[in-house]
Nanobody, 124 residues
Framework: QVQLVESGGGLVQAGDSLRLSCIVS??????????MAWFRQAPGKEREFVAI???????DLADFVKGRFTISRDNAKNTVYLQMNSLKPEDTAVYYC????????????????WGQGTQVTVSS
């Protein structure tokens, strides 16, 4: 069974930083081959793409976080990170980690594996 567990969320002020972590467990899950992504969902809104890192190390970020957020992975630890700097109140959401053993992408429908989410709240 594959499990994704996020951590690192919390309540911060605008301009602060947070680092989210997502550790993946599962004996048969080939983390180093997976596309790993972060999505977020604010109340009343659809889940939206934030960032992705492919097994090649190539990354992609949503325009609204470029220059502020960075995604990285540590294959030895089966962990993906989201470094969030210069946080804004509009970044407030539940942040989800997702994994796909195919190509991944920007649509939540492309992912089979999800974590439970971690709340990020940014006060003004």
């Amino acid at each position: 069974q594959v499990q994704l567990v996020e951590s690192g969320g919390g309540l911060v002020q605008a301009g602060d930083s947070l680092r989210l972590s997502c550790i993946v467990s599962g004996r048969t899950f080939a983390f180093s081959s997976a596309a790993m992504a972060w999505f977020r969902q604010a109340p009343g809104k659809e889940r939206e793409f934030v960032a992705i890192t492919w097994n090649t190390g190539v990354t992609d970020l949503a325009d609204f976080v470029k220059g502020r957020f960075t995604i990285s992975r540590d294959n030895a630890k089966n962990t993906v990170y989201l470094q969030m700097n210069s946080l804004k109140p509009e970044d407030t959401a539940v942040y989800y980690c997702a994994a796909d053993l195919r190509n991944g992408g920007r649509s939540p429908r492309e992912y089979n594996y999800w974590g439970q989410g971690t709340q990020v709240t940014v006060s003004s």
